[in-house]
């Protein structure tokens, strides 16, 4: 089989790997000309066998709608697009009309495992027509972890599932990442606790939480105990934010989950306006002391 890649960045140079090593001929497409199979979208298409596969992992918005725009120009009926990046669900059932006006399908895929998914693989979680998941199923199993299927894949539903899946899988992570992050600070606050590090390792094997966050933690800080070369401000990439929205309009309580997202708010705040709303607000109901700006 032989597929075309368009981008190649951390997860889809990685993923061209994969596939390599799983013997999918790939051919692969970046801006980059140092990493790229080929000179042009146009040229990576023409080089595919028909029924042309191609899989999409650049960032979601308008990168991706660019690149499917592209593509639309020089695939035709009885093509398949797989979009693999973290678009929103609702990007997908747009995608998805846009290319079946010219009979071209559609899938979408949830792909999660970072930078480790080149040695242990991918897990995939995907949406649309279950003739197409079959006609893709050689490169899915190729990119999931080893062993049984349902391990590491799942044809989620419709057009939009597999985004979605990974949507609210990417939401639990936030939660999973703040509930270790504030175990932590609480151990290293507490002046009987002398080995943090070990504490986290001894959770490794055993106890209800272990977990491969748990081991990236551990391996964390090995590296840097104290992690004193990191600087706490997080960053979010848009699905935390998603999940909160979605969980809004379909009346779900999801209080771990947003109180994550907004502490990485807060992690990007040299000083909080908020705060010190507060501050003046106890100053002036009760007299309390405020701690002037230096």
Not at 122 to 134: I, N, Q, R, W
Not at 175 to 181: E, G
Request: charged share 25%; with cysteine; proline share 3%.
């Amino acid at each position: 089989m032989q597929i075309g890649l368009v981008g190649l960045g951390k997860m889809g140079g990685n993923m061209r790997t994969r596939l390599r090593n799983k013997g999918i001929e790939v051919t692969g497409y970046a801006r980059d000309r140092n990493i790229a199979d080929c000179g042009s979208i146009e040229e990576m298409v023409d080089a595919l066998p028909s029924p042309k596969i191609v899989w999409v992992m650049v960032p979601h918005g308008s990168a991706t709608d660019g690149v499917i725009n592209e593509l639309e120009k020089f695939m035709g009926a009885g093509d398949l697009i797989i979009e693999g990046g973290n678009s929103r669900f609702s990007d997908d059932l747009r995608h998805a009309e846009q290319l079946a006006a010219k009979g071209i399908g559609y899938l979408d895929c949830g792909v999660s495992g970072g930078v480790w998914g080149l040695q242990n693989g991918y897990g995939l979680m995907v949406g649309g027509d279950s003739k197409l998941v079959d006609m893709a199923m050689p490169i899915f199993d190729a990119l999931r972890p080893e062993g049984e299927r349902a391990e590491g894949f799942v044809h989620v539903g419709d057009v939009g599932a597999g985004h979605y899946a990974k949507m609210v899988h990417n939401g639990i992570e936030y939660a999973m990442m703040q509930a270790f992050a504030e175990g932590y600070e609480l151990l290293e606050k507490k002046d009987i606790i002398k080995d943090v590090h070990g504490t986290f390792a001894a959770w490794q094997k055993g106890t209800v939480v272990r977990s491969w966050l748990l081991d990236l933690l551990v391996k964390a800080l090995e590296e840097d105990p104290g992690l004193s070369q990191i600087k706490g401000y997080v960053e979010d990439s848009g699905e935390g934010r998603w999940t909160v929205e979605e969980a809004i309009a379909n009346s779900v309580p999801m209080p771990a989950i947003t109180a994550a997202l907004f502490a990485r708010f807060t992690s990007r705040q040299d000083d909080s306006p908020a705060m010190k709303a507060v501050a003046a607000l106890r100053n002036q109901f009760g007299g309390h002391a405020v701690k002037k700006a230096e």
